[in-house]
Nanobody, 123 residues
Framework: QLQLVESGGGLVQPGGSLRLSCAAS????????IGWFRHAPGKEREVVSC????????NYADSVKGRFTISRDNAKNTAYLQMNSLKPEDTANYYC????????????????WGQGTQVTVSS
């Protein structure tokens, strides 16, 4: 079964950190670029970041630049999103997605989606 599974979400205080993981099963993640998205209640889905299959190219939304870092470990078939200096406005359900090609625009259609992991930033 081809799937992506996110983990690592939770409740964190403002200024705190979390690392999200996106584990692939049933396919080789190295052949795919990865995108991270988030969706907060009452808001549209937002692109957070994306990374190419090799890991050499990546891009970030302006709202997270300098705070979030995307990475991947193809040997572990897993991608990551390190989130530092978290703010209440980062609260959302975070999803990872995979597709065959990389685009610096990050958005668009993806082949596989995870179920999401909730991140809540609150004191």
């Amino acid at each position: 079964q081809l799937q992506l599974v996110e983990s690592g979400g939770g409740l964190v205080q403002p200024g705190g950190s979390l690392r999200l993981s996106c584990a692939a099963s049933g396919f080789t993640l190295a052949a795919y670029s990865i995108g991270w998205f988030r969706h907060a209640p009452g808001k549209e889905r937002e692109v957070v970041s994306c990374i190419s299959g090799s890991g050499f190219s990546m891009n970030y939304a302006d709202s997270v630049k300098g705070r979030f870092t995307i990475s991947r470990d193809n040997a572990k078939n897993t991608a990551y999103l390190q989130m530092n200096s978290l703010k209440p406005e980062d609260t959302a359900n975070y999803y990872c997605a995979a597709r065959r090609f990389y685009s610096v625009m990050c958005d668009g259609e993806y082949d596989y989606w995870g179920q999401g992991t909730q991140v809540t930033v609150s004191s």
